[in-house]
Protein backbone atom coordinates (compact mmCIF):
# COMPACT_ATOMS: atom_id res chain seq x y z
CA UNK A 1 0.00 0.00 0.00
CA UNK A 2 1.44 3.40 -1.09
CA UNK A 3 -0.33 5.29 2.28
CA UNK A 4 2.51 3.44 4.55
CA UNK A 5 5.29 4.31 2.49
CA UNK A 6 4.47 8.48 2.03
CA UNK A 7 3.96 9.08 5.65
CA UNK A 8 7.11 6.52 6.62
CA UNK A 9 9.36 8.86 3.85
CA UNK A 10 7.44 12.11 5.20
CA UNK A 11 8.38 11.18 8.73
CA UNK A 12 12.38 10.30 7.71
CA UNK A 13 12.44 13.50 5.97
CA UNK A 14 11.28 15.98 8.69
CA UNK A 15 13.71 14.05 11.28
CA UNK A 16 16.88 14.34 8.50
CA UNK A 17 15.79 18.25 8.03
CA UNK A 18 15.17 18.79 11.97
CA UNK A 19 18.42 17.13 13.07
CA UNK A 20 20.76 18.41 10.17
CA UNK A 21 20.13 21.67 8.77
CA UNK A 22 19.72 23.61 11.79
CA UNK A 23 23.81 22.72 12.27
CA UNK A 24 24.92 24.48 8.76
CA UNK A 25 22.01 26.77 8.16
CA UNK A 26 23.63 30.26 9.18
CA UNK A 27 27.52 28.68 8.00
CA UNK A 28 28.94 30.00 4.64
CA UNK A 29 29.53 26.47 3.28
CA UNK A 30 26.35 26.84 0.02
CA UNK A 31 27.96 24.00 -1.76
CA UNK A 32 27.55 21.62 1.22
CA UNK A 33 24.53 22.63 2.50
CA UNK A 34 22.70 22.46 -1.01
CA UNK A 35 24.33 18.43 -0.62
CA UNK A 36 22.77 17.81 2.22
CA UNK A 37 19.25 19.55 1.65
CA UNK A 38 19.37 17.15 -1.92
CA UNK A 39 20.75 13.86 -0.02
CA UNK A 40 17.83 14.64 3.13
CA UNK A 41 14.90 14.67 0.03
CA UNK A 42 16.53 11.65 -1.83
CA UNK A 43 17.20 9.60 1.28
CA UNK A 44 13.49 10.08 3.02
CA UNK A 45 12.43 8.38 -0.30
CA UNK A 46 14.90 5.79 -0.12
CA UNK A 47 14.81 4.80 3.45
CA UNK A 48 11.47 3.42 3.63
CA UNK A 49 12.67 1.02 0.60
CA UNK A 50 15.51 -0.28 2.67
CA UNK A 51 14.76 -3.70 3.43
CA UNK A 52 16.65 -5.76 6.51
CA UNK A 53 16.01 -8.39 8.97
CA UNK A 54 17.27 -7.74 12.55
CA UNK A 55 18.16 -11.43 13.07
CA UNK A 56 17.24 -15.18 12.38
CA UNK A 57 14.27 -17.23 13.59
CA UNK A 58 14.25 -20.79 12.42
CA UNK A 59 10.68 -21.42 13.67
CA UNK A 60 9.28 -18.43 11.43
CA UNK A 61 11.75 -19.69 8.19
CA UNK A 62 9.81 -22.66 8.26
CA UNK A 63 6.63 -21.52 8.85
CA UNK A 64 7.03 -19.17 5.81
CA UNK A 65 8.79 -21.85 3.91
CA UNK A 66 5.87 -24.28 4.40
CA UNK A 67 2.99 -22.25 3.05
CA UNK A 68 2.99 -23.09 -0.17
CA UNK A 69 -0.70 -22.11 -1.14
CA UNK A 70 -1.57 -19.14 -2.52
CA UNK A 71 -4.09 -16.69 0.02
CA UNK A 72 -7.13 -17.48 0.20
CA UNK A 73 -9.19 -14.80 0.41
CA UNK A 74 -13.16 -14.87 1.63
CA UNK A 75 -14.99 -11.90 1.19
CA UNK A 76 -17.88 -10.80 3.51
CA UNK A 77 -21.45 -9.82 1.69
CA UNK A 78 -20.65 -7.10 -0.45
CA UNK A 79 -23.83 -5.37 1.42
CA UNK A 80 -22.09 -4.87 4.20
CA UNK A 81 -18.79 -3.37 2.97
CA UNK A 82 -20.01 -0.20 1.85
CA UNK A 83 -17.92 1.74 4.45
CA UNK A 84 -14.82 3.07 3.79
CA UNK A 85 -11.77 2.83 6.30
CA UNK A 86 -9.88 5.92 7.34
CA UNK A 87 -7.64 4.18 5.18
CA UNK A 88 -9.32 4.30 2.28
CA UNK A 89 -10.39 7.93 3.14
CA UNK A 90 -6.77 9.19 3.68
CA UNK A 91 -5.26 7.72 0.47
CA UNK A 92 -7.85 9.39 -1.31
CA UNK A 93 -7.08 12.70 -0.01
CA UNK A 94 -3.77 12.05 -0.49
CA UNK A 95 -4.09 11.53 -4.34
CA UNK A 96 -6.27 14.25 -4.84
CA UNK A 97 -3.37 16.67 -3.39
CA UNK A 98 -1.02 14.67 -5.28
CA UNK A 99 -2.99 15.24 -8.81
CA UNK A 100 -4.09 18.82 -7.79
CA UNK A 101 0.00 20.01 -7.07
CA UNK A 102 0.78 18.21 -10.09
CA UNK A 103 -1.60 19.65 -12.46
CA UNK A 104 -1.14 23.22 -11.23
CA UNK A 105 2.82 22.64 -11.96
CA UNK A 106 1.70 21.39 -15.49
CA UNK A 107 -0.45 24.16 -16.49
CA UNK A 108 1.84 26.74 -15.17
CA UNK A 109 4.81 25.04 -17.03
CA UNK A 110 2.93 25.34 -20.21
CA UNK A 111 1.22 28.55 -20.24
CA UNK A 112 4.83 29.92 -19.20
CA UNK A 113 5.94 28.25 -22.31
CA UNK A 114 3.77 29.31 -24.38
CA UNK A 115 4.22 32.66 -23.21
CA UNK A 116 7.81 32.52 -24.00
CA UNK A 117 7.75 31.28 -27.20
CA UNK A 118 5.69 34.66 -28.50
CA UNK A 119 8.83 36.36 -26.72
CA UNK A 120 12.53 37.55 -28.94
CA UNK A 121 15.27 34.98 -28.35
CA UNK A 122 18.78 36.29 -28.86
CA UNK A 123 21.80 33.88 -27.70
CA UNK A 124 24.08 35.27 -25.19
CA UNK A 125 28.15 35.05 -24.71
CA UNK A 126 28.06 31.42 -22.80
CA UNK A 127 25.48 30.07 -25.57
CA UNK A 128 22.49 30.67 -23.51
CA UNK A 129 18.86 31.43 -24.83
CA UNK A 130 17.57 35.23 -23.41
CA UNK A 131 14.19 35.12 -23.80
CA UNK A 132 12.94 39.05 -23.88
CA UNK A 133 9.76 40.15 -22.41
CA UNK A 134 7.78 43.22 -23.05
CA UNK A 135 5.80 42.85 -19.76
CA UNK A 136 7.87 44.03 -16.43
CA UNK A 137 8.82 40.55 -14.72
CA UNK A 138 11.52 39.73 -11.96
CA UNK A 139 14.35 37.83 -14.20
CA UNK A 140 14.42 33.98 -13.89
CA UNK A 141 16.27 31.46 -15.34
CA UNK A 142 15.34 27.80 -16.22
CA UNK A 143 17.74 25.38 -17.76
CA UNK A 144 19.93 27.19 -20.55
CA UNK A 145 17.20 30.27 -20.99
CA UNK A 146 17.48 33.30 -19.00
CA UNK A 147 13.80 35.55 -19.06
CA UNK A 148 14.11 39.21 -18.69
CA UNK A 149 11.87 42.24 -19.68
CA UNK A 150 13.30 44.74 -22.22
CA UNK A 151 13.92 47.29 -20.11
CA UNK A 152 16.30 45.19 -17.72
CA UNK A 153 17.95 43.79 -20.81
CA UNK A 154 19.41 47.65 -22.21
CA UNK A 155 19.59 48.90 -18.44
CA UNK A 156 20.89 45.94 -16.32
CA UNK A 157 21.76 43.42 -18.94
CA UNK A 158 25.82 42.97 -16.66
CA UNK A 159 24.10 42.38 -13.16
CA UNK A 160 21.68 39.56 -14.24
CA UNK A 161 23.23 37.67 -17.03
CA UNK A 162 26.24 37.29 -14.61
CA UNK A 163 23.73 36.37 -12.27
CA UNK A 164 21.62 34.05 -13.80
CA UNK A 165 24.76 32.48 -15.92
CA UNK A 166 26.05 31.29 -12.44
CA UNK A 167 22.43 29.71 -11.99
CA UNK A 168 22.87 27.53 -15.18
CA UNK A 169 26.48 26.73 -14.80
CA UNK A 170 25.79 25.49 -10.92
CA UNK A 171 22.44 23.45 -12.20
CA UNK A 172 20.25 24.27 -9.88
CA UNK A 173 17.42 24.05 -12.80
CA UNK A 174 17.93 20.27 -11.87
CA UNK A 175 17.94 20.82 -8.06
CA UNK A 176 14.38 22.48 -8.77
CA UNK A 177 12.57 19.56 -10.63
CA UNK A 178 13.82 17.61 -8.00
CA UNK A 179 12.46 19.55 -5.27
CA UNK A 180 9.28 19.93 -7.25
CA UNK A 181 8.65 16.49 -7.86
CA UNK A 182 9.23 15.78 -4.42
CA UNK A 183 6.78 18.66 -3.14
CA UNK A 184 3.99 16.98 -5.38
CA UNK A 185 4.32 13.15 -3.61
CA UNK A 186 4.65 15.25 -0.34
CA UNK A 187 2.60 17.58 -0.67
CA UNK A 188 0.97 17.71 2.61
CA UNK A 189 4.53 17.74 4.73
CA UNK A 190 5.03 21.08 5.72
CA UNK A 191 9.09 19.97 5.99
CA UNK A 192 9.13 19.52 2.44
CA UNK A 193 8.34 23.36 1.77
CA UNK A 194 10.51 24.23 4.73
CA UNK A 195 13.24 22.52 2.44
CA UNK A 196 12.54 24.40 -0.68
CA UNK A 197 12.34 27.37 0.82
CA UNK A 198 16.32 26.30 2.37
CA UNK A 199 16.99 24.99 -0.90
CA UNK A 200 16.31 28.29 -3.15
CA UNK A 201 17.98 30.54 -0.63
CA UNK A 202 21.08 28.70 -0.93
CA UNK A 203 21.13 29.00 -4.63
CA UNK A 204 20.68 32.65 -4.30
CA UNK A 205 23.68 32.35 -1.67
CA UNK A 206 25.87 30.10 -4.33
CA UNK A 207 25.23 32.35 -6.98
CA UNK A 208 26.00 35.42 -5.16
CA UNK A 209 29.47 34.69 -3.89
CA UNK A 210 30.25 33.20 -7.38
CA UNK A 211 29.40 37.05 -8.62
CA UNK A 212 31.06 39.25 -5.59
CA UNK A 213 34.20 36.61 -7.10
CA UNK A 214 33.77 37.77 -10.44
CA UNK A 215 35.07 41.52 -9.35
CA UNK A 216 31.92 42.84 -9.08
CA UNK A 217 30.95 45.57 -6.51
CA UNK A 218 29.61 44.08 -3.35
CA UNK A 219 27.64 47.53 -3.08
CA UNK A 220 26.08 47.76 -6.60
CA UNK A 221 25.28 44.43 -6.75
CA UNK A 222 23.28 44.67 -3.44
CA UNK A 223 21.79 48.11 -4.12
CA UNK A 224 20.84 46.18 -7.43
CA UNK A 225 18.85 43.05 -5.89
CA UNK A 226 17.05 45.68 -4.08
CA UNK A 227 15.90 47.07 -7.03
CA UNK A 228 15.08 44.35 -8.42
CA UNK A 229 13.37 42.59 -5.58
CA UNK A 230 10.21 42.92 -7.25
CA UNK A 231 7.46 40.91 -9.90
CA UNK A 232 5.76 38.17 -9.57
CA UNK A 233 7.22 34.51 -10.38
CA UNK A 234 5.56 32.68 -13.48
CA UNK A 235 6.07 29.11 -12.52
CA UNK A 236 6.64 26.44 -10.01
CA UNK A 237 10.49 25.82 -10.94
CA UNK A 238 12.53 28.56 -11.94
CA UNK A 239 15.20 30.42 -10.55
CA UNK A 240 14.27 34.35 -10.11
CA UNK A 241 15.53 37.34 -8.30
CA UNK A 242 13.18 38.26 -5.54
CA UNK A 243 12.57 39.99 -2.43
CA UNK A 244 11.77 36.89 -0.21
CA UNK A 245 15.41 35.85 0.82
CA UNK A 246 16.76 39.39 -0.10
CA UNK A 247 17.58 40.37 4.01
CA UNK A 248 19.04 37.16 4.37
CA UNK A 249 20.85 37.13 1.14
CA UNK A 250 22.75 40.54 2.28
CA UNK A 251 23.51 39.23 5.79
CA UNK A 252 25.09 36.28 4.28
CA UNK A 253 27.43 38.61 1.66
CA UNK A 254 28.87 40.49 4.41
CA UNK A 255 29.50 37.14 6.72
CA UNK A 256 32.46 36.59 7.55
CA UNK A 257 33.89 32.81 6.20
CA UNK A 258 33.10 29.72 8.23
CA UNK A 259 35.88 28.09 9.96
CA UNK A 260 36.25 24.79 7.84
CA UNK A 261 36.23 22.81 10.91
CA UNK A 262 32.86 23.36 11.05
CA UNK A 263 32.16 21.62 8.51
CA UNK A 264 32.67 18.55 10.23
CA UNK A 265 29.13 19.47 11.76
CA UNK A 266 28.31 17.44 8.56
CA UNK A 267 29.25 14.28 9.87
CA UNK A 268 26.40 14.13 12.05
CA UNK A 269 23.92 13.01 9.35
CA UNK A 270 25.66 9.59 9.82
CA UNK A 271 24.19 8.50 13.07
CA UNK A 272 20.42 10.75 11.99
CA UNK A 273 20.66 8.72 8.65
CA UNK A 274 21.13 5.64 10.78
CA UNK A 275 18.65 6.32 13.32
CA UNK A 276 16.08 7.09 10.04
CA UNK A 277 16.90 3.58 8.80
CA UNK A 278 16.45 1.96 12.05
CA UNK A 279 13.31 3.62 12.69
CA UNK A 280 11.67 4.09 9.04
CA UNK A 281 13.34 1.50 6.86
CA UNK A 282 11.17 -1.52 5.71
CA UNK A 283 12.35 -4.60 7.95
CA UNK A 284 11.25 -7.43 9.29
CA UNK A 285 10.13 -7.09 12.82
CA UNK A 286 11.33 -10.03 13.94
CA UNK A 287 9.57 -9.78 17.51
CA UNK A 288 6.48 -9.24 15.82
CA UNK A 289 6.84 -12.14 13.26
CA UNK A 290 7.38 -14.68 16.30
CA UNK A 291 4.30 -13.04 18.10
CA UNK A 292 2.51 -13.93 15.26
CA UNK A 293 3.64 -17.00 13.93
CA UNK A 294 5.24 -18.84 17.42
CA UNK A 295 2.43 -22.09 17.98
CA UNK A 296 0.92 -22.08 21.10
CA UNK A 297 2.02 -24.36 23.66
CA UNK A 298 -0.40 -27.68 21.92
CA UNK A 299 1.20 -26.33 18.60
CA UNK A 300 4.79 -26.65 19.46
CA UNK A 301 4.02 -30.32 21.38
CA UNK A 302 2.25 -31.55 17.68
CA UNK A 303 4.88 -29.94 15.26
CA UNK A 304 7.86 -31.82 16.93
CA UNK A 305 5.98 -34.41 17.80
CA UNK A 306 9.09 -36.90 17.01
CA UNK A 307 9.21 -40.16 18.72
CA UNK A 308 12.33 -43.18 18.81
CA UNK A 309 10.00 -44.41 15.63
CA UNK A 310 10.58 -43.09 12.69
CA UNK A 311 7.16 -43.73 11.17
CA UNK A 312 5.41 -41.57 13.95
CA UNK A 313 8.44 -38.63 12.67
CA UNK A 314 6.46 -35.20 11.11
CA UNK A 315 8.76 -33.43 8.56
CA UNK A 316 8.45 -30.12 7.99
CA UNK A 317 10.26 -29.75 5.01
CA UNK A 318 10.88 -33.18 2.58
CA UNK A 319 11.72 -34.02 -0.89
CA UNK A 320 8.93 -34.30 -2.36
CA UNK A 321 5.95 -31.70 -0.58
CA UNK A 322 2.13 -33.31 -0.43
CA UNK A 323 0.12 -32.67 -3.29
CA UNK A 324 -3.83 -32.00 -3.04
CA UNK A 325 -5.49 -34.13 -5.59
CA UNK A 326 -5.87 -32.34 -8.53
CA UNK A 327 -3.51 -29.32 -7.57
CA UNK A 328 -3.61 -26.33 -5.97
CA UNK A 329 -6.33 -24.88 -7.87
CA UNK A 330 -8.51 -27.30 -7.00
CA UNK A 331 -7.70 -27.15 -3.36
CA UNK A 332 -8.32 -23.37 -3.23
CA UNK A 333 -12.06 -24.06 -5.05
CA UNK A 334 -12.37 -26.87 -2.52
CA UNK A 335 -11.69 -24.00 0.56
CA UNK A 336 -13.59 -20.84 -1.16
CA UNK A 337 -16.74 -23.28 -2.32
CA UNK A 338 -17.21 -24.61 1.60
CA UNK A 339 -15.63 -21.29 3.58
CA UNK A 340 -18.91 -19.85 4.84
CA UNK A 341 -18.38 -16.20 6.24
CA UNK A 342 -20.25 -16.44 9.58
CA UNK A 343 -23.04 -13.96 9.99
CA UNK A 344 -21.78 -13.00 12.98
CA UNK A 345 -18.42 -11.92 12.21
CA UNK A 346 -20.05 -9.93 9.17
CA UNK A 347 -22.32 -7.81 11.43
CA UNK A 348 -19.60 -6.95 13.95
CA UNK A 349 -17.24 -6.67 11.03
CA UNK A 350 -14.72 -8.92 11.89
CA UNK A 351 -11.90 -9.65 9.78
CA UNK A 352 -8.20 -11.05 9.85
CA UNK A 353 -5.57 -13.43 8.24
CA UNK A 354 -5.45 -16.85 9.89
CA UNK A 355 -2.50 -19.94 9.00
CA UNK A 356 -4.09 -22.92 9.87
CA UNK A 357 -1.62 -25.60 10.38
CA UNK A 358 -2.06 -29.51 9.59
CA UNK A 359 -0.44 -32.52 9.40
CA UNK A 360 -1.07 -34.78 5.46
CA UNK A 361 0.02 -38.42 7.02
CA UNK A 362 1.48 -40.83 4.97
CA UNK A 363 -1.83 -42.22 3.96
CA UNK A 364 -2.90 -38.88 2.37
CA UNK A 365 -5.60 -38.11 5.48
CA UNK A 366 -5.81 -34.82 6.98
CA UNK A 367 -5.00 -34.83 11.12
CA UNK A 368 -3.75 -32.40 14.06
CA UNK A 369 -5.69 -29.41 12.19
CA UNK A 370 -4.87 -26.57 14.59
CA UNK A 371 -4.69 -22.11 14.38
CA UNK A 372 -0.94 -21.30 13.75
CA UNK A 373 -1.71 -17.74 13.28
CA UNK A 374 -5.01 -16.37 14.75
CA UNK A 375 -7.24 -14.00 13.06
CA UNK A 376 -7.78 -12.52 16.39
CA UNK A 377 -11.73 -13.90 16.27
CA UNK A 378 -12.56 -16.76 17.75
CA UNK A 379 -15.54 -17.73 15.28
CA UNK A 380 -13.50 -17.40 12.54
CA UNK A 381 -10.22 -19.39 13.47
CA UNK A 382 -13.32 -22.08 13.95
CA UNK A 383 -14.74 -21.65 10.54
CA UNK A 384 -11.05 -21.70 8.98
CA UNK A 385 -10.52 -24.95 10.77
CA UNK A 386 -13.74 -26.71 9.71
CA UNK A 387 -13.28 -26.59 6.43
CA UNK A 388 -9.46 -27.48 6.75
CA UNK A 389 -10.61 -30.45 8.75
CA UNK A 390 -13.07 -32.03 6.09
CA UNK A 391 -11.01 -31.89 3.51
CA UNK A 392 -10.03 -35.53 1.87
CA UNK A 393 -6.91 -37.18 1.27
CA UNK A 394 -3.85 -35.75 -0.46
CA UNK A 395 -1.34 -37.16 -2.26
CA UNK A 396 1.24 -37.89 0.92
CA UNK A 397 5.02 -36.12 0.77
CA UNK A 398 7.84 -38.04 0.45
CA UNK A 399 11.49 -38.61 2.15
CA UNK A 400 14.01 -40.69 0.13
CA UNK A 401 10.76 -42.08 -1.99
CA UNK A 402 9.18 -43.22 1.15
CA UNK A 403 5.76 -41.55 2.08
CA UNK A 404 5.98 -39.51 5.35
CA UNK A 405 4.51 -37.21 7.86
CA UNK A 406 4.52 -33.87 6.76
CA UNK A 407 3.68 -30.52 8.56
CA UNK A 408 1.71 -27.93 5.99
CA UNK A 409 0.00 -24.62 6.50
CA UNK A 410 -2.88 -23.25 4.42
CA UNK A 411 -3.39 -19.04 4.49
CA UNK A 412 -6.83 -17.90 4.94
CA UNK A 413 -7.93 -14.18 4.90
CA UNK A 414 -11.23 -13.19 6.04
CA UNK A 415 -12.13 -9.85 4.49
CA UNK A 416 -15.10 -7.22 4.01
CA UNK A 417 -12.95 -4.79 2.10
Known amino acids: MILPYIIKSAMALALLYACIIPLLEKETF ?18 PLVHFTGGTNPTV ?94 NNRSYILTHEQEHIRLGHSIDLVVLQAATIIQWFNPFVWLIGKNLKAIHEFEVDEAVLN ?44 SN ?46 QTQKSD ?40 GRAIVGFVVRKDGTVSDVYIEKSTGYDVLDNEAMRVVKSMPAWEPGKQKGKPVNVKYFVPITFSQK
Open 214 to 257: KGIDATQYQKFLVIKAVGNRLQPFANNLNKESLKRRIIMMNQKK
Open 30 to 47: HRLNRILILGCLIMSFAI
Open 260 to 305: RWMMLKALFVIPVATLAVSVFANGTDVSNMAKETTPTAAALSTTNM
Open 61 to 154: DMVRQAVQLPEVLIDGDAKEQSVWSWADIMTCIYIIGVVAIFTMTVVQTVRLTRQLRQCEHITDNRGNTVVLTDCATSPFCLFHYIVMSRDDYA
Open 312 to 351: KKIFRVVEEMPKFKGGDAKLMELLMMNMKYPESAIKAKQQ
